[in-house]
């Protein structure tokens, strides 16, 4: 026995879903220089619309990642990853934003509601500076040391 009512919704629901072709919009991360906004290259989120950056923390010389998701056309820092306490790392329970701390194979996890209104970077070479978007990495130390922006933007692809 068939339900045609099952076959109308579906039909209902295909054609309501969004069509991603040519042109579609997107959300993008732009990167430029900061402040003379130079564009230096812009890249495409996946539908999770999560990213990190990663460095090597200049006091502690131990890798340090961030993670952030985009909301709303604006960025929130989610997790920072790191192996020791250092300048500039979360290092109470009461810091803004702050949910939980957690430790993970040696490692601390700080997860986090924290609001960024603007994200600028201060590249330096020897702190092997990048930024991971899915499975692509891009070497942000590729340019000359300098203070870069990530900005989301709606992109076309």
């Known amino acids: 026995m068939r339900c045609p009512i099952l076959g109308v919704l579906v039909c209902l629901l295909a054609a309501c879903a969004p069509v991603q072709g040519p042109g579609s919009s997107h959300t993008c991360l732009t990167l430029q220089s900061f402040p003379a906004g130079e564009f230096l290259v812009q890249v495409p989120l996946a539908e999770e619309k999560l990213f990190a950056l990663s460095f090597i923390h200049s006091v502690s010389e131990t890798p340090v990642r961030d993670e952030y998701r985009v909301v709303d056309s604006g960025i929130v820092q989610v997790a920072e990853f790191f192996e020791t306490h250092g300048a500039g790392l979360p290092s109470q329970v009461d810091e803004p934003g702050i949910e939980r701390w ?23 070479a020897r702190y092997r500076n990048r930024l991971h978007v899915g499975d692509d990495t891009i070497n942000l ?17």
């Open 141 to 157: 130390n590729q340019w000359p040391d300098q203070a870069l922006e990530v900005a989301v933007e709606s992109c076309d692809l």
């Open 102 to 124: 957690e430790q993970h194979q040696g490692k601390f996890v700080v997860r986090m509601t924290r609001p960024i209104s603007r994200l600028i970077v201060r590249t330096d």
